[in-house]
C-alpha cells in the first residue's frame, strides 16, 4: 500500500506561487498520482494527476522526480479562492482487485492571505 | 449535465433509527464509493462497488450497508449499529474501479444525530 504523508498546513499570498510535496516512498510501478481539491462542504474536485517528469493543465502542474518517491503540486499566482484542502493521492489501475489507492489522507490545508 | 446527486444535503437521525442516504449517477461509470469526513480530518472509505451487484468493505464498514442493484445508484443505509454516526458523507464514482481513473463526487450529506 503506497502511503502518502503531506504536510498538514501551508500559508501563502495572494500572487505567489504555492508548491505543495507529497511523499509515496512505496509507490508501485503502476501507480499514478492524483491530486484533488476540496472546498468546505464539498466533494473533491479533480486537479491534476501525473506517472513521470512534468505534467501541466490550466490550473496547475505537477512535478515528479525520476524516483517517483515524492510529487509536487504547483499553482502558480494564487489567489484568495484556492484557499482549500489538497489530497494526493497514490493508486492504479484497480486491476488486483483491493482498495489501494482509494485512502485520502488528511491532506494540506492551504490559506492564502490577501 | 452528467454528474452525481446526493440527496438529501442534510439529515437528521435520532438515536436507534436506520437511515438511507441517496447516490445516483449518470455518467455511465462502474465503480461507484462512499466516503466519509469527520471535521478535520480526511476522507475514510466506507464501502466500494467495482461493478452493479457487487460491493466490497473498505476502511469503516462496521454500521453501514450498501446495496448496487442499478449501475446508476449506490444507496448507503446507516445503521443504528453505527455509535457515531455524525459526520459528512460523500459518494464518488469514477469510470473503472482504481484511483487512475478520477473521481467525481457529488455534493455531499451531513448526517447529524439528535
Known amino acids: 500500500l503506497a502511503k502518502t504523508t503531506q504536510p498538514i498546513s501551508m500559508d501563502s499570498y495572494e500572487g505567489q506561487e504555492v508548491n505543495i510535496t507529497c511523499s509515496h516512498n512505496n509507490i508501485a510501478t503502476n501507480d499514478y498520482i492524483t491530486w484533488y481539491q476540496q472546498f468546505p462542504s464539498q466533494g473533491p474536485r479533480f486537479i491534476i494527476q501525473g506517472y513521470k517528469t512534468k505534467v501541466t493543465n490550466e490550473v496547475a502542474s505537477l512535478f515528479i522526480p525520476a524516483d517517483r518517491k515524492s510529487s509536487t503540486l504547483s499553482l502558480p499566482r494564487v489567489s484568495l479562492s484556492d484557499t482549500a484542502v489538497y489530497y494526493c493521492?497514490?493508486?492504479?489501475?484497480?486491476?488486483?482487485?483491493?482498495?489501494?489507492?482509494?485512502?485520502f489522507g488528511k491532506g494540506t490545508h492551504l490559506i492564502i492571505q490577501p | 449535465d452528467g454528474g452525481i446527486t446526493q440527496s438529501p444535503k442534510y439529515l437528521f437521525r435520532k438515536e436507534g433509527q436506520n437511515v438511507t442516504l441517496s447516490c445516483e449517477q449518470n455518467l455511465n461509470h462502474d465503480a461507484m464509493y462512499w466516503y466519509r469526513q469527520d471535521p478535520g480530518q480526511g476522507l475514510r472509505l466506507i464501502y466500494y462497488?467495482?461493478?452493479?451487484?457487487?460491493?466490497q468493505k473498505g476502511d469503516i464498514a462496521e454500521g453501514y450497508s450498501v446495496s448496487r442493484e442499478k449501475k446508476e445508484s449506490f444507496p448507503l443505509t446507516v445503521t443504528s449499529a453505527q455509535k457515531n454516526p455524525t459526520a459528512f458523507y460523500l459518494c464518488?464514482?469514477?469510470?473503472?474501479?482504481?484511483?487512475?481513473?478520477?473521481?467525481?463526487f457529488g455534493s455531499g450529506t451531513r448526517l447529524t444525530v439528535v
Open positions: 462497488s467495482q461493478i452493479v451487484n457487487d460491493f
Open positions: 464518488a464514482s469514477s469510470r473503472s474501479f482504481g484511483s487512475f481513473y478520477g473521481y467525481t
Open positions: 493521492l497514490v493508486g492504479d489501475m484497480g486491476s488486483g482487485g483491493g482498495a489501494d489507492g482509494l485512502t
